[in-house]
Structure formats: structure tokens, C-alpha cells
């Protein structure tokens, strides 16, 4: 047996003198030959670069978070205006994110309305594999999304946690000096006779008066400042309000964020379920092809035999 002659260095120079012959310089062979090794990435479509923007915009939001998350739950590091601010930047965060996954979940289900040809029918440009694989990425993002919430929500829960627990002393301080005031204002309804009495029996007139005019200017202090701790309660009250309303608003979102997330599921698992009765129904083609072609070639010899024998019996007659 002979001997088989690798040509391939030969190939190469061959290939390598009409190159040059072509007009294609060393450098731009080697370019060449490179592409021929590594190829270019390819080029990612519309869908996968808005849902890795939004990815990397929760990205960004959870960094913000645990960026500030101490700030935002130290009462002695920042103020009231600046956690309002925080949590304002965060409310822009999340609503933007949102939107870019209705985006998403909203060019899906065009795409999806427009592939479908006559009768209904979807073209070759999207498969079920491909919009169940896009569900599946809008699925990951809104999961992604509510998780970031949830850590949001419990700082936020903290925070109301801390300014209830600033309320309630204030409270028991209020009701102390309510206490203080009625038995101040017991004391001072006494009977006009018995006062007039102890006038009359007490010998240093001269000398209580000084006491009394005391006792009423700390009485009037007393007032005034019951009326500012009022005013104090009133603000605090207001503010536990918009907080705890903040609190319902936030709930409340995240509730339509988890059953939009159900919502995907539900549809994710219709796509794969689509998906499945596809394959099954391409399998119950190709058999029904296969009996079809089997049946055929049956016939075809149940013929040539009944003709064969009919011929047969005509000669033998």
C-alpha cells in the first residue's frame, strides 16, 4: 500500500502566492489568517443590551443601598432631609428600573404579535425556545428588582421603628405633666374662705406674697410648655403619619411587583409547556410522514401482485 503525501505545507504556499499575487500584503494576510482563529463576538441584539442595561441599573441601586444603608439607619449620622433624599433617589431608582422591565416585557409580547403570519401561524424569526428564553430574562430582573425592595423596605421599617420608639417617651412625658397640672390646678381651687382663713390666722402676710407670685410664674412656665410639647406631639404625629402612608405606598408596590413576577411565571411555564406540545407535534408529523410513505409503498405492491396475478390467471386460462 502506498504512502499518502501530506500536501498541506504545499496548500499553504500556494495559498500564500495568490495572496500576494491578489495584492494583499504580509500584514493583511496575517490579519486574515488571525480572523480565520478568533472570531469577531457577536453581535448582541436589541433585547439582550436593554435587559443588561437594567440589570446593571439594579446593580447600581443595590451598590447605592449598601452605600448608604448606615446613613440611612444611624440616627446620629445624618438628618431627617438627608434620608428623605435618600429614599427619594431610591424611589427614582426603582420606578426607572420598572419601567425598563415593562419595556422589555412589552417588546416581547410586540415581537410575539408581530411574527405571527397567515392564520396566526408564527414565522421562522421566533421560535417558542426564544420567547420563553426572554420571559425567562424578564423573570430574573423583576426577582432581581423585588429582592433589592425588600432590603429597601426592612431600612425603611427600621427607620419607622426608631421614630416610634422617639414618640412613646414623649408620650409618657406628656401625660406626667398632664398629671402635674391637674393637681397643681387642684391645689390652686381651694376654698376662698379657707384661703381667707389662713390670711387671716397667717401673721407674715408680708412674707407668703413673694412665694405666691413664684408658684404662679411657674405655673405660667408650665403652660408654656405644655403648649410647645403639644405642638411637638402634633408634628410627630403628622410625621408617623406620611411615614406609615409612605410605608402602605411601598407595600403596596411591591405586592403589584410580586404579582407581575406570578404573572411572568405563569407565562414562563405556558411558553415552556407551548414549547413542549411543538416538539411533540413535530414528532407525531414526522411519524405520520413515515406511515404515510410506509403505507404508500404497501399499496404500490398490493398492486403490481393483484396486476401480476391477474395476468397471470389470463395467460394460465
Not at 431608582?93 to 410586540?110: A, G, P, W, Y
Amino acid at each position: 500500500m502506498s504512502k499518502v503525501r501530506d500536501r498541506t505545507e504545499d496548500f499553504k504556499d500556494v495559498a500564500h502566492r495568490s495572496a500576494l499575487s491578489l495584492g494583499y500584503d504580509e500584514s493583511k494576510i496575517a490579519a486574515l489568517l488571525a480572523s480565520f482563529i478568533m472570531h469577531k463576538p457577536r453581535q448582541r441584539s436589541g433585547f439582550t443590551e436593554a435587559a443588561l442595561k437594567t440589570l446593571e441599573s439594579i446593580g447600581t441601586l443595590e451598590q447605592f443601598l449598601m452605600k448608604h444603608k448606615k446613613d440611612y439607619v444611624d440616627l446620629h449620622r445624618t438628618t431627617e432631609q438627608e434620608r428623605d433624599s435618600i429614599e427619594h433617589e431610591v424611589t427614582i431608582f426603582v420606578k426607572s428600573c420598572k419601567e425598563q422591565i415593562d419595556v422589555l416585557r412589552n417588546s416581547i409580547n410586540e415581537e410575539d404579535a408581530h411574527s405571527k403570519g397567515w392564520l396566526g401561524l408564527k414565522g421562522d424569526n421566533l421560535n417558542a425556545d426564544t420567547v420563553a428564553h426572554k420571559h425567562g430574562v424578564v423573570l430574573i430582573l423583576s426577582e432581581k428588582l423585588h429582592s433589592v425592595t425588600s432590603q429597601f423596605d426592612q431600612l425603611r421599617a427600621i427607620r419607622f421603628q426608631d421614630a416610634i420608639n422617639r414618640v412613646t417617651p414623649r408620650r409618657k412625658r406628656k401625660s406626667t405633666t398632664k398629671s402635674n397640672a391637674a393637681e397643681t390646678s387642684s391645689s390652686s381651687s381651694v376654698n376662698p374662705d379657707m384661703k381667707r382663713d389662713s390670711e387671716v390666722w397667717d401673721p407674715d402676710v408680708s412674707q407668703a406674697a413673694p412665694v405666691r407670685v413664684q408658684e404662679q410664674l411657674l405655673d405660667d412656665e408650665t403652660r408654656a410648655l405644655q403648649v410647645e410639647l403639644n405642638s411637638l406631639l402634633d408634628s410627630v404625629q403628622e410625621t408617623e403619619t406620611k411615614m406609615v402612608e409612605m410605608s402602605a405606598l411601598n407595600h403596596l408596590m411591591s405586592t403589584h411587583v410580586l404579582q407581575q413576577t406570578q404573572q411572568i411565571e405563569l407565562l414562563y411555564e405556558q411558553a415552556v409547556e407551548a414549547t413542549q406540545n411543538v416538539e411533540l407535534g413535530n414528532k407525531e408529523l414526522s411519524q405520520a410522514i413515515q406511515r404515510n410513505s410506509s403505507s404508500r409503498t404497501f399499496l404500490l405492491l398490493f398492486l403490481f401482485v393483484l396486476t401480476f396475478s391477474i395476468l397471470f390467471l389470463d395467460w394460465y386460462s
